[in-house]
């Protein structure tokens, strides 16, 4: 499912035009972006979370040029679904 039928979807079961339903799926995902940069981790009860993970320093190998390189400590999104979002992906 892309961005387009979500708000399809919802438009449909709505009656909200698509224009407007637009905006806010973006808006919502811009706020969801703009929690995860500031490390502030996003809770939807019934959904699931959108949550920061740190990723330790570590050392990795360019074979190609047969070096070894350091990967810094870094951040990355991820999301961690509901008890009752994952029974219902389950059913």
Known sequence: MTKADIVNEIAKNTGIDKVDVLKTV???MDAVKDSLAKEENVYLRGFGSFIVK???QKTARNIS???TIII???NIPAFKPAKTFTIAVKK
């Open 72 to 74: 810094p400590e870094h």
């Open 54 to 56: 740190k990723r330790a």
């Open 26 to 28: 973006e808006a919502f």
């Open 65 to 67: 040029k047969n070096t």
